[in-house]
């Protein structure tokens, strides 16, 4: 077909790299033959294009054609498929299924999806991210557009990676550094198909937002106080109504209506249009960054909708008198019906069923509409080739000097043999810590290689001939007990993601609270600040009952480890367990450094 002159070419077929060596030979030919011409596949279903009205679709589908809606990129033909078949009214303008993925991938369909204005949003069902420089740069495209883009990712656990192993040629990697991949270029991440489509819903009537502020109403004060719990567990604010809101809606209300936020406006208005319509005018007249009615209309086989139509009919009209983003959403994802939906969203009006996936939505958009402010200060991603060449394991003093170079605070301290130990603990004054150095040490404590407040010559020397058995040369240190808080930071290179840097809570605190975030590099000071705000031990460094840390001296410390890893092309690994965040300065205490030692 390249030979012919074709644009490109859907393969449908399975039996390539997803069925072993001789499949992936058959791949490679595949590519060979293709060119420069593009190709959806192999072992996919191909794409669905309701834009234009086209499918190169071997089966069944569910989807009708729009003028504007979301493009759908899907490593899943059945997942794909069952997106066409939903039932919640999102307008599908491109669906695209990668199987392989051989040749066209994510970003070169994303780069296509953004050409076109019509495409009001971009979900991406990912089983593995092959070329993560390629999906960092089109993501940062789209936040520089104004598009917003949803992830939907399988292979969080083991099992999970294993079966999108066995299922096409894509690889599972690190889902720690995939969340890092998509809070740094601004993707939305879900973790279920119906949040998948909610999500895409709400972005392809509304955009981002500026903010987390919702107003809702319900006549229903158990719906209110669900609305309240939900939303507080999603990070989004229900704000007191301004004082003019308050007051107009206790005048339409009456004084048996508590008016608060989340609003409960009782049955003394339902049914009645005029009065519905005044109270939802005020409810968008608070100008919250988004303002939801929950609304569930009953079984049409069984009963009659009307007072639940004129409460939609009052809120369109509210919404058109006012303007601001609205919601209209149903507790259980079948309480609105599709006629009722589909007006909604000819009105500009977000259908959302089920309220937990509303919230879900509405919090994305918060997030962003923040990446799309902060989008000029992100680079995208470069991610260089693994070093190769023998490994090697610096011992902690050189680990310490080459970090030290730097910028990264360390004790003062000195490398001695046995018999200087007592005269280098006594120039640097007690306590002291002495430790065994050798490169053939990565956990010293475990073998005994560590002793701590240590404030005499004797204590010293007998700590020396303790560790006679681990080396003869020992590290001798003027020890930093005034720490507010222990951090680990770590540094990995990663053969797709390139280097990422790890922040937790450190010392013995590591594995046994798990408390950590993770960072592409390079990462922005403000990156690095806003990590270490979201650990669950930042209180203590904020100073939870007692003085705070020096926080700018822990994202300054942070920082001389960012550029000594950006430095070191033959870095493989590196730990700073525990950086000291103390009142004045951050210091690192014990370091851990491998490398290839000649980068070829």
């Avoid at 993560?132 to 940062?140: C, D, F, G, H, I």
């Avoid at 096409?168 to 998509?182: M, Y």
């Avoid at 719990?229 to 604010?237: F, P, T």
């Avoid at 004084?255 to 936020?261: C, K, L, S, T």
Wanted: with cysteine; aromatic share 4%.
């Amino acid at each position: 077909m390249a030979e012919l002159g074709a644009g490109g070419a859907v393969c449908h077929a399975s039996g390539f790299a997803e069925h072993g060596p001789d499949g992936a030979e058959l791949q490679r030919c595949l590519v060979a033959a293709a060119g420069d011409m593009a190709l959806i596949g192999p072992n996919c279903i191909g794409g669905l294009d309701y834009l234009d009205g086209a499918a190169l679709w071997p089966d069944q589908h569910g989807g009708t054609r729009v003028d504007r809606g979301v493009g759908v990129i899907t490593q899943s033909g059945n997942i794909g498929q069952n997106i066409t078949m939903q039932r919640r009214s999102l307008p599908v303008a491109r669906l695209v299924t990668l199987g392989n993925a051989a040749l066209t991938g994510v970003a070169e369909l994303m780069e296509a999806m953004l050409a076109d204005p019509r495409i009001t949003a971009i979900g991406l069902h990912l089983e593995g991210i092959d070329d993560v420089a390629a999906l960092s740069r089109a993501a940062l495209r789209a936040l520089r557009r104004g598009v917003p883009v949803v992830v939907l990712k399988s292979g969080t656990s083991e099992l999970g990676a294993q079966a999108n192993l066995s299922h096409t040629s894509s690889l599972a990697g690190s889902d720690v550094l995939c969340d890092a991949l998509f809070r740094r270029t601004g993707m939305a991440r879900v973790h279920r198909v119906e949040t998948f489509v909610e999500v895409l819903k709400f972005l392809h009537v509304h955009g981002a937002l500026d903010g987390g502020a919702i107003a809702s109403a319900s006549c229903s004060g158990g719906e209110a106080a669900l609305v309240a719990d939900l939303a507080e567990r999603s990070g989004l604010e229900l704000p007191e109504f301004p004082a003019g809101t308050g007051a107009r809606l206790r005048d339409l209300l009456g004084e048996r209506v508590a008016v608060a936020n989340p609003l409960d406006y009782h049955t003394y208005i339902w049914g009645d249009l005029p009065a519905q319509t005044a109270c939802f005018t005020a409810l968008f007249g608070a100008g919250f960054d988004c303002h939801l009615l929950l609304v569930d209309f009953p079984r049409d086989d069984r009963c009659s909708a009307g007072p639940w139509s004129t409460a939609v009919d009052a809120f369109v009209a509210a919404q058109r008198s006012a303007g601001g983003a609205g919601c209209a959403v149903s507790a259980l994802p079948e309480g609105l019906p599709e006629p009722v939906r589909l007006r909604l969203l000819a009105e500009g009006i977000a259908p959302m069923q089920g309220l937990s996936d509303c919230l879900a939505a509405i919090r994305a958009a918060v997030r962003i509409g923040a990446a799309q402010r902060e989008v000029g200060s992100v680079r995208p991603l470069e991610v260089p080739a693994m070093p190769t060449g023998a490994a090697r394991q610096l011992d902690e003093a050189a680990g310490k000097r080459a970090l030290a170079g730097y910028g990264l605070a360390v004790p003062d301290g000195r490398v001695v043999d046995a018999d200087g130990a007592a005269a280098a603990a006594a120039a640097l004054g007690p306590p002291v810590v002495v430790k065994a150095v050798s490169a053939e040490l990565a956990h010293k404590s475990d073998a005994g290689g560590v002793r701590l407040g240590l404030t005499g010559a004797q204590q010293v020397t007998d700590a020396v001939a303790g560790m006679a058995a681990l080396g003869d040369r020992f590290l001798v240190e003027r020890m930093v007990d005034d720490a507010v808080a222990e951090l680990i930071v770590g540094v990995r290179r990663d053969p797709r993601f390139g280097l990422a840097l790890t922040v937790g809570a450190g010392g013995v605190l590591v594995e046994l609270v798990r408390d950590s975030a993770t960072l592409l590099l390079p990462a922005t000071r403000a990156e690095v600040l806003d990590a270490l705000r979201g650990l669950r031990i930042w209180p203590l460094l904020a100073g939870f009952r007692g003085p705070a840390a020096d926080v700018d001296a822990v994202v300054e410390a942070i920082a001389a480890i960012g550029r000594y890893a950006a430095a070191n092309a033959g870095l493989l690994e590196l730990d700073v367990n525990p950086l000291l965040a103390r009142t004045h300065g951050a210091v690192a205490v014990d370091v851990l450094v491998r490398e290839v030692e000649e980068v070829r």
